[in-house]
């Protein structure tokens, strides 16, 4: 339940800051989705994704940090979270299973000493 909770707050958290920041919308014309970029005060991009005409999170998701460091990467299916998201911080990897939009497995990875291990 703590890594539940933790996941959801950090989600807020970038959900709640891109809210704000600067982004690029395109149309894809072979899709119709809608192609969006956020970037960070500093210009450096903060999310990509697609939303669907109406709105909704669709396809691959990805965030990175103020470097550029890629931080999350998943994907969305007319607005619900599917398949497996990886959460990237300088010492974690954490892969998240979802099933029907809910948390169905958390495994955590360390990298110490440039090997990553199974928690």
Known sequence: ?????????????????????????????ETGFIEV????DNGVVSQTGFYTADGKLQGEWLSFDQE????????????????????????TLKEVDYNKNAI????????????ALSN
Request: net charge positive; proline share 0%.
């Open 1 to 29: 339940m703590k890594k539940q909770f933790i996941l959801f707050f950090v989600f807020m958290i970038s959900v709640a800051s891109f809210a704000q920041q600067e982004r690029t919308l395109k149309l894809n014309k």
């Open 37 to 40: 970029v956020y970037y960070h």
């Open 68 to 91: 550029g460091k890629k931080t999350v990467s998943g994907n969305y299916d007319n607005g619900k979270k599917v398949g497996k998201w990886f959460y990237w911080n300088d010492k």
């Open 104 to 115: 169905a497995s958390v495994v955590s990875w360390t990298n110490s000493s440039g090997v």
